[in-house]
């Protein structure tokens, strides 16, 4: 399975030929992927740049024979943009501020994909969640209907692939919020061609443990039970339980999962972080994402301690999230 759904996402994000944002081309790991992905020729990258890097930025092309791509020179666009962000952010922002925040090269980048310069950005492997994510929460934003973005990770081994959300975005969700991370996650597995099963996590298995902290969790499962969503789940259940057969039936008599769960929620951000780098550090599987869930337009952040290969295939999900050019998915 692991190698189907790796070609899966090549294939895929060949097809649409998209345009991906890369601001972070001084980091190697991220013109190693980019190197790879335009000798496959699954997308075109952009390089946002200012006039005084870029040669700097020309050097590292040639040096790596990467020939396929476009770059955005901050000064062609900065008057352009800065009148786009005071547009959207008009009642937000203080004198001059947006040509502060202009300077900072993920503003630029997100201002960049707002004007449909590109279809997608892959970034953060070099700076914090919060940089990259809260320029793409203030020009992005969230779908029609979303309340909050959220993120999840592909986690692939072998024959083994599932979906852990959320492990890099919202810290202390509330029972609704895990809903929607849950609904948003089944739409998100459903774009790659799986089959959801869910598994509300939590270190009690059916009210085991009659507590307030995993009381969440079955809030969480009681809402999901009452909107008849067209998805197996359950909950609040333990990691064993939603992963082995034998165990779910000794704890659950009558689950809804007619198989072991491939998505997995877990209550919150501690969890979450932790749960998912025990699996690709002890258990050797490779964590592609975060993958944000619920924007406009797909921003991904990476995480600072990726691999080429998670970049990589960062970059073709990206691709995919965003479809055929100027069509929001």
């Given at each position: 399975m692991q190698e189907q759904i790796l070609k899966y996402f090549e294939k895929n994000a060949k097809e649409f030929q998209n345009t991906i944002i890369f601001d972070e081309?001084?980091?190697?790991?991220?013109?190693l992927a980019v190197k790879k992905?335009?000798?496959k020729k699954i997308l075109k990258p952009l390089f946002p740049v200012k006039s005084k890097d870029l040669e700097k930025l020309k050097i590292i092309l040639k040096r790596n024979k990467i020939k396929y791509y476009s770059i955005a020179i901050f000064e062609d666009f900065k008057d352009e943009l800065i009148k786009l962000l005071e547009e959207i952010r008009k009642d937000k922002l203080k004198e001059n501020e947006a040509k502060t925040l202009i300077e900072d090269i993920h503003y630029f980048s997100t201002l960049l994909l707002k004007s449909?310069?590109?279809?997608?950005?892959?970034?953060?492997?070099?700076?914090?969640?919060?940089?990259?994510?809260?320029?793409?929460l203030q020009i992005i934003k969230t779908k029609q209907g979303v309340q909050k973005a959220s993120s999840f990770f592909f986690m692939v081994k072998e024959k083994e692939t599932f979906l852990f959300?959320?492990?890099?975005?919202?810290?202390?969700?509330?029972?609704q919020d895990i809903v929607e991370i849950t609904k948003l996650s089944v739409?998100?597995?459903?774009?790659?061609?799986?089959?959801?099963?869910?598994a509300l996590l939590s270190f009690s298995t059916?009210?085991?443990?009659?507590d307030e902290i995993s009381q969440k969790t079955r809030d969480a499962y009681e809402l999901l039970l009452k909107e008849n969503v067209d998805f197996e789940f359950e909950g609040d259940i333990q990691f064993d339980a939603a992963l082995d057969k034998k165990t779910r039936e000794i704890k659950i008599k009558d689950t809804k999962l007619t198989n072991n769960a491939n998505i997995f929620i877990f209550p919150d951000l501690n969890?979450?972080?932790?749960?998912?780098?025990?699996?690709?550090?002890?258990?050797?599987?490779?964590?592609?994402?975060p993958i944000i869930q619920g924007l406009n337009q797909p921003v991904n952040d990476l995480s600072r301690g990726c691999s080429v290969d998670e970049i990589y295939y960062t970059a073709c999900i990206t691709s995919i999230i965003a479809g055929k050019k100027n069509e929001n998915n």
């Open positions: 081309w001084e980091d190697e790991r991220i013109i992905l335009t000798q449909n310069y590109a279809q997608g950005i892959v970034s953060g492997s070099l700076s914090p969640t919060k940089d990259v994510i809260k320029p793409a959300a959320d492990c890099g975005f919202q810290i202390n969700p509330t029972p739409e998100s597995c459903k774009k790659f061609n799986y089959y959801p099963r869910v059916k009210k085991s443990s009659d969890s979450g972080n932790i749960g998912y780098k025990i699996a690709k550090i002890l258990g050797d599987y490779n964590a592609i994402g």
